[in-house]
């Protein structure tokens, strides 16, 4: 199959892409960092990205894909989550997340950390019993009991 096919075939690059490329532009200058020291940093820890890539990335030109990002968070020292979203002023800002539009920064944030639901949505399982708010399914196995006590899920709570 021809490359061209393959592209056109592709989700076009969204808004996520570009944050996330406006985000490693932010965070790298701030530190100090040119893009010859992120790819420096990227192949010393097992990741590299050439120096060309990394400013496709910032400019959008370039996907990010979930291994870049984590390897990207490291290599500029902040958490995955910094990367992904964009940097507002104030949580009433409006930014745009992929897949649901544009929603205030604060409610943005709130989702990603795991603490805040897109949607208020109440489900149940087949026996009739309210299912765990996707807060409390953002959390590893190991702390989905807390997290069910934490939301009144947990059936052997008094």
């Known amino acids: 199959m021809p490359t061209q096919d393959r592209r056109e075939r592709r989700n076009p690059i969204g808004p996520t892409t570009r944050t996330v490329g406006t985000n490693v532009r932010r965070f790298r200058s701030e530190i100090g960092m040119t893009q010859a020291d992120l ?8 990741h590299p990205i050439p120096v060309s890539s990394i400013g496709r990335i910032e400019t959008g030109d370039r996907r990010v894909e979930v291994d870049d990002l984590m390897a990207l968070s490291l290599a500029l020292g ?12 104030s949580p009433r800002d409006h930014v745009e997340l992929t897949g649901w539009g544009e929603v205030e920064a604060g409610f943005a944030w709130g989702y990603v950390l795991g603490t805040r639901d897109l949607v208020d949505v109440v489900t149940v399982d087949d026996d009739g019993q ?24 947990d059936q052997t709570t008094p």
């Open 39 to 46: 790819a420096k940093s990227l192949a010393a820890n097992g």
């Open 78 to 89: 902040i958490t995955p989550v910094a990367l992904l979203l964009p940097g507002a002023r």
């Open 130 to 153: 309210p299912t765990a708010p996707m807060a409390a399914r953002a959390y590893p196995l190991w702390a989905e009991d807390e997290m069910k006590r934490f939301y009144g899920l």
